[in-house]
């Protein structure tokens, strides 16, 4: 079965810090991958996804993903983080081939953004 | 989210009782899902939702579980005989494409708390 590897459970950054967060699936055929964002007292939302083509996908809020195929990977990044954007982030995938319409979550990281 | 509610936002409830937990999406969605994310935990699909098709219960962790949708809009869940272990966030969410990799638009989640 699909699994999904979330390597951070908790990270403290200064503003203006940049920020990566680790996600790793277990899959070894195609995936389709999302980060999705849950800010404090909202909904949990797309920030952004990978189907097909450019391996560098940019989403919301300056945020972008690389997938790396040969690592297995969908890591988050963003350059230059702000305060706001002190949340909880999930890394999940869908596994077209096998019964694809589910989407497999890492168990999420909370990041804290400091003045 | 996009046009999905939850009811009741929070439920508490003692052991051995049974809870019943209400989604009301958006018209026009094309498959609707049941997740729940249990403390430190991911989320982990429950069941799905997609037109007159028989829905995909394999997420479903015991047979106290069930859950059905009334044509194709509101859909509740049903924990029979709730456990402490029932104690999670369960989240509805839709989709509003036709295709099993389009975007799945979470509701805001009921809180439940077995006592």
């Known amino acids: 079965a699909q699994s999904v590897s979330q390597h951070n459970h908790h990270v403290i950054l200064s503003e203006a810090a940049s920020l990566e967060l680790g996600c790793n699936y277990s899959?070894?055929?195609?995936?389709?991958l999302f980060w999705y964002v849950q800010y404090p007292g909202q909904h949990l939302q797309l920030l952004l996804k990978?189907?097909?083509?450019?391996?560098l996908v940019k989403g919301i809020k300056g945020f972008e993903a690389e997938f790396i195929k040969s690592k297995f990977s969908f890591n988050l990044r963003k350059p230059s983080v702000q305060w706001s954007d002190t949340a909880e982030y999930f890394c999940?995938?869908?596994?077209?081939?096998?019964?694809?319409?589910?989407?497999?979550f890492g168990t999420g990281t909370q990041l804290k953004v400091e003045l | 989210g996009a046009g999905v509610s939850q009811s009741p936002s929070n439920k508490v409830t003692e052991k051995g009782k049974d809870v019943e937990l209400r989604c009301d999406p958006i018209?026009?969605?094309?498959?609707l899902y049941w997740y729940r994310q249990r403390l430190g935990q991911g989320l982990e699909f429950l069941i799905y939702?997609?037109?007159?098709?028989?829905?995909?219960k394999s997420g479903l962790p015991s047979d106290r579980f069930s859950a059905e949708r009334t044509g194709e809009s509101v859909s509740t869940l049903t924990i029979q005989r709730t456990q402490q272990e029932d104690s999670a966030v369960y989240l509805c969410?839709?989709?509003?494409?036709?295709?099993?990799?389009?975007?799945?638009?979470f509701g805001p989640g009921t809180r439940l708390t077995v006592l």
């Open positions: 990978y189907f097909s083509g450019d391996p």
């Open positions: 939702f997609q037109g007159n098709s028989a829905p995909d």
């Open positions: 969410a839709i989709r509003l494409g036709q295709r099993h990799t389009d975007t799945q638009y």
């Open positions: 999940a995938v869908i596994t077209p081939t096998g019964g694809g319409n589910k989407l497999t």
């Open positions: 018209s026009g969605h094309t498959a």
């Open positions: 899959y070894g055929g195609t995936v389709n």
